[in-house]
């Protein structure tokens, strides 16, 4: 989804969010595996307003596992509960649900205590585009619903979507947020990852950051994918070599921007393995 994010837009984005917050239990807040830092909006503890939070780490099919692991520790608060899930093939969806009832079971027994029945959890997912939304509503329901965005100067009526089991209800519109696209590596490790647009960095930038991160954290990974006995230390030349094992080459030099697209088609789809572009580590929160 291409959504130009103006300041009117991110005014106009948390007030739906703010809105909707009075509506619902817990804030079920979606993530990219792979980049969770970078996929999540700046402001989010801010505009959820200390609501209890589950943290979903979607897309970990496609992640490094012992990073994933890592991310589930460090972003563990009392408040906030952290679950690995893979929406596309229903993956971690019950520990999903175990989640956000622990994140409500406190409130939950003060309610039976006093003989009230307190009902299914009332959630919201919110997240960056293409983090998995839709995907996760449609999964969670099973079964196929339109999901859409907010639409200014549309007016619908919000409905509950029941879950398979029950246990709990979701807004059939999800929160869209904003990245932070004031950090310049937050855009390489989002567009690297395929969760925005080529168009808005340059598209030799972006292959030329994926080669670099892939040979510092994947070596192994890359070299086997591509026949490479080692590894060149400079991005430039390493991307050089990637287009010329794969015939990119035209009167004699490397086509440059068909080896580009070729490693970040294949780092998008997964053809050199499960890969990490973040971790706890990098931004002091191990
Ligand atoms: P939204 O913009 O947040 O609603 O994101 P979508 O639900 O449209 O998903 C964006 C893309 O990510 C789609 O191509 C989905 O098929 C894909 N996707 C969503 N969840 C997963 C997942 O857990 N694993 C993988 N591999 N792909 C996923």
């Known amino acids: 989804m291409a959504i130009q994010w103006f300041p009117g837009h991110m005014a106009k984005a948390r007030r739906q969010v703010t809105e909707k917050l009075k509506l619902i239990d817990v804030v079920i807040e979606l993530v990219d595996a792979r980049v969770p830092q970078s996929s999540r909006n700046p402001m989010v503890d801010e505009i959820t307003e200390g609501k209890p939070r589950l943290i979903v780490l979607n897309k970990a099919d496609m992640a490094d596992p012992v990073v994933t692991d890592a991310w589930l520790r460090a972003l563990k608060r009392d408040d906030v509960e952290v679950v690995a899930v893979d929406a596309k093939h229903s993956k971690g969806l019950k520990q999903l649900m175990s989640g956000a009832e622990k994140l409500m079971q406190e409130k939950h027994d003060r309610m039976r205590e006093k003989g009230r029945n307190p009902g299914p959890i009332r959630a919201l997912i919110i997240g960056i585009p293409n983090v998995g939304k839709s995907t996760l509503i449609n999964r969670l329901a099973g079964r196929n619903i339109a999901v859409t965005g907010d639409r200014p100067g549309v007016t619908k009526r919000q409905q509950w979507i029941k879950m398979k089991g029950g246990e709990m ?32 960095l340059n598209l030799d930038d972006i292959a030329l950051y994926a080669t670099r991160e892939l040979s510092a954290r994947y070596p192994e990974q890359l070299k086997e994918r591509f026949k490479i006995d080692q590894l060149p230390e400079d991005a430039v030349e390493l991307l050089e070599l990637i287009g010329k094992k794969r015939g990119l080459v035209s009167g004699g030099y490397v086509d440059f921007e068909k080896a580009s697209e070729l490693l970040l088609n294949e780092l998008r789809h997964e053809k050199i393995g499960r890969v990490s572009l973040e971790t706890p580590a990098d931004h002091d929160m191990a």
């Open 169 to 200: 209800e979701l807004l059939d519109t999800p929160g869209i947020l904003w990245p932070k696209f004031e950090d310049q590596m937050v855009g390489y490790r989002l567009a690297a990852t395929g969760a925005i647009k080529d168009d808005i």
